[in-house]
């Protein structure tokens, strides 16, 4: 059997979902039959962190403009060099170049479009996606929500986008250790209510309104905490934000983390508070831990709840009305029990990182990556 040369292009510099998405994909996939390139701009710490055990090829390319007619030569002759049989690009930047590069050297072409802030709501990137959407062999889309929106505002043909949910490790993210012992941890009184999320602290990520939001609920419950997983440029806002608020005492930043399960595990309620998401992976995790969910009605996250059944939905930006419903969750013990079951679940059934891998080869191979001989340099 021939093993089939594969290009993954991403452009990161942080732990985001577009990024987790890429390295359970090189860790599903079936190294007997496909050789990984994974082709990365940018620092990408995280991610070839979290893949230096696996059998994957690193690339280096380093973008020195917008536009930059280096930075493709670098891409396509790459492809050409190694002899890449189908290319697999996330995030504009790389599936703008990725697109361009899979036309000059006559390789198919998937792209993914993992968020519709970032790709779909600039005016650039709309006229950009609209050209590359039919350059491109298929678009992925992670949530019904963003392909409609490339179906209808973008303009692409439905026949060339397809709908693949992302998937996680139900396996890693599974009751991991009991939830006194996890908060104790966290330096957390073993008794104590904890709200929690994870995630970059970016403005869309809507962090000040859960810490709005439990600030009210300190009110009603004095032994409640709140935990929040991860890093980035909003963290100094988001500290000033607790201490005017007067909570500050109450919240814990655990910074960036190696230990998210554990963490999920002391989390009573996990809130995700986004005003924009793709398919949240930080979601479907929470909810594989079995841990009862608030989220905002935005993107896909209606796509995995069924409000009432195995979480709770509210409309994004109102931190009054985020507050009654994570009260309704923390003063009923049974009815976090009943959501959380149902929560594990769904994603066991639909959100299984094995069913977007296959998926993903079931879509290789229907673009020729399974076919001998198709990418010859």
Same mark, same amino acid.
């Given at each position: 059997?021939?093993?089939?040369?594969?290009?993954?292009?991403?452009?990161?510099?942080?732990?985001g979902g577009a990024e987790s998405v890429v390295a359970n994909l090189v860790k599903s996939?079936?190294?007997?039959?496909?050789?990984?390139?994974?082709?990365?701009?940018?620092?990408?710490?995280?991610?070839?962190?979290?893949?230096?055990?696996?059998? +994957?090829?690193?690339?280096?390319?380093?973008?020195?403009?917008?536009?930059?007619?280096?930075?493709?030569?670098?891409?396509?002759?790459?492809?050409?060099?190694?002899?890449?049989?189908?290319?697999?690009?996330?995030?504009?930047?790389?599936?703008?170049?990725?697109?361009?590069?899979?036309?000059?050297?006559?390789?198919?072409?998937?792209?993914?479009?993992?968020?519709?802030?970032?790709?779909?709501?600039?005016?650039?990137?709309?006229?950009?996606?609209?050209?590359?959407?039919?350059?491109?062999?298929?678009?992925?889309?992670?949530?019904?929500?963003?392909?409609?929106?490339?179906?209808?505002?973008?303009?692409?043909?439905?026949?060339?986008?397809?709908?693949?949910?992302?998937?996680?490790?139900?396996?890693?993210?599974?009751?991991?250790?009991?939830?006194?012992?996890?908060?104790?941890?966290?330096?957390?009184?073993?008794?104590?209510?904890?709200?929690?999320?994870?995630?970059?602290?970016?403005?869309?990520?809507?962090?000040?309104?859960?810490?709005?939001?439990?600030?009210?609920?300190?009110?009603?419950?004095?032994?409640?905490?709140?935990?929040?997983?991860?890093?980035?440029?909003?963290?100094?806002?988001?500290?000033?934000?607790?201490?005017?608020?007067?909570?500050?005492?109450?919240?814990?930043?655990?910074?960036?983390?190696?230990? +998210?399960?554990?963490?999920?595990?002391?989390?009573?309620?996990?809130? +995700?508070?986004?005003?924009?998401?793709?398919?949240?992976?930080?979601?479907?995790?929470?909810?594989?831990?079995?841990?009862?969910?608030?989220?905002?009605?935005?993107?896909?996250?209606?796509?995995?709840? +069924?409000?009432?059944?195995?979480?709770?939905?509210?409309?994004?930006?109102?931190?009054?009305?985020?507050?009654?419903?994570?009260?309704?969750?923390?003063?009923?013990?049974?009815?976090?029990?009943?959501?959380?079951?149902?929560?594990?679940?769904?994603?066991?059934?639909?959100f299984s990182v094995e069913r977007m891998a296959q998926s993903h080869e079931e879509l290789?191979?229907?673009?020729?990556?399974?076919?001998?001989?198709?990418?010859?340099?």
């Amino acid at each position: 059997m021939k093993r089939h040369t594969l290009l993954y292009l991403i452009e990161s510099d942080e732990a985001g979902g577009a990024e987790s998405v890429v390295a359970n994909l090189v860790k599903s996939l079936d190294s007997r039959r496909y050789r990984i390139l994974l082709g990365v701009s940018l620092d990408a710490q995280w991610l070839l962190n979290t893949l230096r055990h696996q059998l +994957v090829e690193v690339r280096h390319f380093h973008r020195r403009r917008v536009y930059d007619v280096r930075f493709l030569t670098d891409i396509c002759s790459t492809i050409r060099r190694d002899g890449v049989d189908l290319i697999h690009s996330h995030m504009f930047t790389m599936n703008f170049y990725g697109t361009l590069a899979g036309a000059v050297t006559r390789r198919p072409v998937i792209i993914t479009v993992h968020d519709r802030i970032y790709d779909l709501q600039k005016l650039k990137r709309i006229w950009a996606y609209r050209i590359i959407g039919r350059l491109a062999s298929r678009t992925v889309a992670v949530s019904d929500d963003i392909l409609n929106l490339l179906s209808t505002h973008i303009r692409l043909p439905r026949r060339k986008v397809e709908l693949i949910y992302n998937g996680i490790d139900t396996t890693r993210f599974r009751a991991a250790m009991d939830p006194r012992a996890a908060k104790q941890r966290l330096g957390i009184p073993a008794e104590a209510l904890v709200i929690g999320t994870v995630g970059l602290f970016h403005a869309v990520k809507g962090h000040a309104y859960l810490l709005k939001a439990t600030s009210h609920l300190l009110s009603r419950f004095s032994d409640c905490y709140l935990v929040l997983v991860g890093d980035g440029p909003m963290r100094a806002e988001l500290k000033r934000l607790g201490e005017s608020l007067g909570i500050s005492k109450r919240v814990i930043f655990t910074g960036m983390s190696d230990e +998210v399960p554990m963490a999920l595990s002391a989390m009573d309620v996990y809130a +995700v508070v986004s005003t924009s998401e793709g398919l949240s992976m930080a979601l479907l995790e929470a909810m594989a831990m079995g841990r009862p969910v608030v989220a905002t009605n935005v993107g896909g996250n209606g796509e995995i709840i +069924v409000d009432g059944e195995n979480g709770l939905l509210v409309p994004p930006g109102d931190s009054n009305l985020l507050a009654e419903k994570l009260q309704s969750l923390l003063q009923d013990r049974e009815l976090r029990q009943s959501i959380g079951e149902n929560a594990r679940r769904i994603v066991l059934e639909r959100f299984s990182v094995e069913r977007m891998a296959q998926s993903h080869e079931e879509l290789y191979a229907l673009l020729g990556a399974n076919h001998a001989g198709c990418g010859s340099p």
